[in-house]
């Protein structure tokens, strides 16, 4: 085959090659892509009463200065005559929240790895989309460190509390667009 002929033969292939990795088609390829997608740009956070930089008069509630030390602890703030405040690998993982309530700060600590789509519905429209209802199996990746301090699940129940049971079976909605599937949460 000339090289010409080779070229025809490429060009032709493509169709045939990008169908093969199709995005919008409904499978457990395609709706694990697009929540592993999401849920890679969504790590689990959990919310914290606490809003940074902390000024040492701020610091007047039991509870904060309970708070804060498992974060000095384990790196995340630092303390000083003025206050606490977040330290470089503090600032990576502790934001501020969209959600304001507790204060609208929330501290991340691990991600999902998609572990295995189990059943998912047809696409059926809904609010002029596609959308499907996919339930799945995930696990826990990227754990900090950090957060299996055992302070840490005394201080912050809920990363306890992920963290003991580091994986479950739930259900998410998926909606189609013209980039493929995306998280229900990630269409505005």
């Not at 914290?48 to 602890?73: C, H, N, S, Y």
């Not at 384990?74 to 303390?79: A, C, E, N, R």
């Not at 501020?96 to 991340?108: E, I, N, P």
Request: charged share 25%; glycine share 6%; with cysteine.
């Amino acid at each position: 085959m000339n090289a010409r002929c080779c070229f025809i033969f490429c060009i032709a292939a493509l169709p045939i090659l990008a169908a093969c990795d199709n995005s919008q088609k409904a499978d457990s390829d395609s709706f694990e892509r697009a929540l592993q997608s999401y849920y890679d740009a969504h790590p689990i956070c959990t919310a914290i009463p606490l809003t940074f930089p902390i000024p040492v008069d701020g610091l007047g509630a039991v509870t904060t200065k309970r708070q804060m030390e498992p974060l000095v602890k384990v790196g995340l703030v630092t303390t000083d005559s003025s206050g606490y405040s977040l330290t470089l690998a503090g600032e990576k993982v502790i934001h501020k929240s969209a959600d304001k309530f507790l204060g609208g700060t929330h501290v991340c600590f691990a991600k999902r790895k998609v572990v295995k789509i189990e059943t998912f519905t047809a696409p059926a429209d809904a609010m002029g989309r596609k959308i499907s209802s996919v339930t799945y199996d995930y696990a826990l990746k990227d754990v900090e460190a950090w957060a299996t301090d055992p302070k840490m699940a005394e201080v912050f129940p809920q990363i306890g509390s992920t963290l003991a049971k580091p994986g479950d079976r739930v259900t998410d909605i998926l909606v189609l667009t013209t980039d493929g599937w995306k998280h229900e949460h990630d269409i505005r």
